[in-house]
């Protein structure tokens, strides 16, 4: 009816009315249990739960108390890669007592620089950032106005932040070494029009590789580039394979950016009438759980998805610390070997 007021918000007063002890003993538990009294502080959480208090975010912050609140802002939110990534993330910080608001960028700088003002404004504890930019001058400045930043799928090199990232220059080394193992002697790498550091560090592995084997990587590795968003990374990859086949000589064996890439590219052969391995071998990378059920079971790099986001989430805690330095993590890839390489076909094996 006109008039009537909603349900009225119960208060840190009403707790302690029925708790029989006062405001600021409340406030205590809520912000400082340790400096109650451990029968006053059972007392006054018997009462909260009785009379369903709900604490009041802003104004805890207001008293000192660190927002539960953080912010992952990453390049896909659709990627199986970063939805394991957030898990690892989501999943440590819930046992700290905190809630990860997920964020997308879409390889978009203009976006990330959007998201990262509303994140401060919603007073975050903290940031969790794989960078859409090269330029890491804003994430700086909000490191330097109290808003911690952790890289994530990136090193922090000279950055004063803190970083988890994988060693991708190995992880390009070690499928391009399972490939020229096999006898493979031209091989071509799906990347992007634009690659952010992880990416192009993958290629940089693939061409040390392929020099240290004697080749000249100018002919050795052939680069194949495709708009990573726009459209759907598997039909972009789909749609690469014209550039592939239309490469002279053509290449024996394609490394693929990542594991969603490798989807579409193996339908876009098979479309195209070749068989994979027999005329073209095909290496994924991120080692997601369907790589091992496609058809043919894919090859591919394994990075630690789940424990990037733990190990992310544990720095962005210890954040808090009054003696935290910031540090730099760096897990290792493996090579995981199934069905979808094999020798290059009868003939092209000895090609320089």
């Known amino acids: 009816m006109a008039g009537e007021k909603g349900p009225r918000r119960i208060g840190m007063r009403e707790v302690a009315r029925v708790a029989g002890v006062s405001v600021s003993t409340v406030a205590n538990v809520l912000s400082r249990p340790t400096i109650v009294a451990p029968e006053t502080r059972r007392r006054v959480e018997q009462a909260i739960r009785g009379v369903g208090y709900v604490p009041s975010g802003p104004a805890r912050q207001l008293r000192g108390v660190p ?22 993330i989501e999943d440590r910080l819930a046992e700290a007592g ?3 608001l997920a964020c997308s960028t879409d390889q978009q700088p203009g976006k990330e620089q959007r998201i990262l003002r509303l994140l401060q404004e919603q007073a975050v504890r903290g940031i969790i950032v794989a960078p859409a930019s090269p330029d890491p001058t804003p994430l700086l400045e909000v490191s330097r ?22 060693d991708h220059t190995l992880g390009g080394r070690l499928a391009a070494e399972h490939l020229i193992s096999l006898g493979h002697r031209r091989i071509a790498y799906l990347g992007g029009t634009v690659d952010p550091d992880p990416v192009a560090e993958r290629r940089e592995g693939l061409r040390l590789a392929l020099a240290a084997a004697g080749l000249d990587t100018r002919r050795s590795l052939v680069d194949i580039r495709m708009a990573l968003h726009p459209p759907p990374l598997a ?12 490469a002279r000589p053509r290449p024996t064996a394609v490394v693929c950016v990542n594991d969603t890439a490798a989807l579409g590219l193996l339908g876009g052969l098979q479309a195209a009438g070749l068989r994979v391995p027999a005329d073209m071998s095909v290496v994924g990378y991120d080692d997601l759980p369907f790589a091992a059920r496609l058809a043919p079971p894919l090859t591919t790099v394994n990075q630690p998805k789940y424990e990037l986001g733990r190990a992310a989430a544990d720095l962005l805690l210890d954040e808090a610390r009054p003696d935290h330095t910031h540090r730099g993590i760096r897990f290792q890839p493996s090579l995981v070997v199934r069905a979808s390489t094999a020798p290059p076909p009868a003939g092209k094996r000895s090609q320089r």
Not at 78 to 87: K, Q
Not at 145 to 166: E, F, K, M, N, W
Not at 235 to 246: F, Y
């Open 67 to 88: 927002s539960p609140l953080v912010g992952s802002l990453i390049l896909d939110l659709a990627n199986p890669f970063y939805a394991e990534l957030n898990r690892g």
């Open 98 to 100: 905190c809630l990860l």
């Open 145 to 166: 106005r109290g808003t911690p930043v952790v890289l994530i799928d990136q090193p922090r090199g000279r950055l004063d932040l803190c970083s988890v990232a994988v």
């Open 235 to 246: 039909h972009a990859a789909e749609a690469a394979v014209e550039q592939i086949l239309a």
